[in-house]
């Protein structure tokens, strides 16, 4: 019933027979939070135009936006190019991100993904030659190669350390790799590759004794798990609204603690960064960097995008984190169980370890190349992603909102045939 609607409305949208606005209006209501729990979550599916003809389990590469979200975008995008009104909601996207996030509105900063916050916060760090970055061996090119690059163009040390199959173990890798050279510690709070929780509190707090600076790359986190920015305790946090918080693409935000504003660096200028210039006095003349997180963006942006982050933020916040967190991770504990019972052929590589549990599972198959199973699940219409950084060459599962235990059923069983094959 549900394929034959949406099928109809997509063709609908797609031959131009209705508009963008009655495809995205045309949703059912927000499901009330006390019904039967599958039911619930159902519901919340219909929320979304994803098609249910296949299994999307790659959250972890792009989140896909519910009709809330689109209608918000596409409402205001024609609202500016009917009234030619430019700029502002800057504001509703900043208070609605500090709101999840447990931080003031004025320590963020508005980017455009995760990795234009980690190239602010890389450049922008008072770094000598010599002065050693702890990152690790599971890092994705938006966080590695700013740091790369910085290594190769001014002599800074990377530091690259495996991630231990425990919150406590990975602890112990990050204090035994410290030295007197350590400056930064820039890990993720969610690696993209076998998707574990690190311990990002205790890891802060013990740069924080050191005196080394604390970066954490964030892309996973918001809209999968509680952020509370205050209690992580770090210095900066790169995140972004299109990956869990099922935000509009091309939306993040950097979070600079601050304490730390005047010791991170600025190095690209323009319009709502400063406090005054003067071209006209001799010699002319910066005044100095606003006191909030504008500091570190500039310049014309799209507002309706901004808007969009505050409906993402608010469809999150009507379901709510904790039901969110509940449900993500339960499906993801289902999922890693369920490819656990297939045999010993599963490697398994998330840990089961339930604090370092997120909502993404990765394993390989002995003796097999799963490029070849991301194949057969692709003429099956389940999206997986091959995990090729850094060579860890596995399959990684991502199961947010709106996938079902179906879903997962249909992926285990491919999986299943594949090491039968
Ligand atoms: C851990 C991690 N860091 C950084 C990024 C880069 O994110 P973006 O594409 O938003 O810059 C990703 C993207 O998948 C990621 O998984």
Not at 16 to 25: D, W
Not at 301 to 326: C, D, M, W, Y
């Amino acid at each position: 019933m549900r394929n034959r609607r949406d099928f109809i409305k997509n063709s609908l949208l797609l031959a131009g027979a209705i508009g963008f606005s009655e495809f995205a209006s045309a949703h059912p209501p927000m499901p009330d939070e006390n019904i039967d729990e599958e039911l619930y979550w159902k519901m919340i599916r219909a929320q979304f135009p994803l098609s249910s003809s296949r299994a999307y389990l790659n959250n972890g590469t792009m989140g896909p936006s519910p009709y809330p979200v689109l209608n918000e975008v596409y409402q205001d995008m024609l609202l500016v190019d009917t009234n030619g009104r430019y700029g502002g909601h800057e504001d509703v996207a900043l208070k609605s991100l500090a709101s999840l996030l447990g931080t003031k509105d004025t320590e963020l900063t508005l980017t455009r993904n995760v990795t234009e916050g980690i190239n602010i916060s890389c450049w922008g760090l008072p770094l000598q030659a010599g002065d050693e970055v702890i990152m690790s061996t599971h890092e994705h090119v938006g966080n590695a190669t700013p740091w790369l690059n910085r290594a190769k163009l001014h002599g800074i040390v990377i530091k690259a350390i495996p991630l231990g199959k425990t919150a406590e173990e990975t602890l112990d890798i990050v204090k035994k790799t410290i030295t007197k050279k350590t400056k930064v510690i820039a890990l993720p709070h969610i690696p993209c590759t076998i998707g574990q929780i690190l311990p990002v509190k205790e890891i802060c707090a013990l740069a924080r004794e050191k005196g080394i600076f604390s970066f954490v790359d964030g892309a996973h986190p918001p809209g999968m798990i509680k952020v509370d920015l205050k209690d992580i305790g770090c210095d900066m946090y790169a995140g972004c609204c299109h990956k869990w918080l099922l935000g509009p693409k091309g939306t993040g935000f950097l979070y600079v603690s601050e304490n730390f504003r005047n010791t991170l660096q600025v190095y690209y200028g323009g319009g709502g960064f400063d406090t005054g210039w003067d071209m006209l006095s001799n010699p002319p003349v910066l005044k100095g960097y606003i006191d909030n997180g504008h500091r570190y963006y500039y310049g014309t942006q799209n507002p309706s995008l901004f808007k969009g982050i505050a409906k993402a933020v608010e469809f999150h916040q009507q379901i709510g984190t904790e039901r969110i967190s509940n449900r993500v991770k339960s499906l993801a504990a289902y999922l890693q169980e369920s490819l656990i019972k297939l045999g010993p052929k599963v490697e398994m590589l998330t840990p089961t370890e339930s604090i370092s549990r997120g909502a993404q599972i990765a394993f390989k198959i002995t003796d097999k190349d799963v490029t070849k199973l991301q194949t057969q699940c692709n003429e099956k219409s389940i999206t997986t992603r091959f995990v090729a950084e850094n060579n860890i060459n596995c399959l990684r599962i991502s199961t947010h909102i709106y996938n079902t235990r179906e879903e997962i059923d249909l992926f285990v069983t491919e999986t299943d045939k594949f090491i039968r094959s």
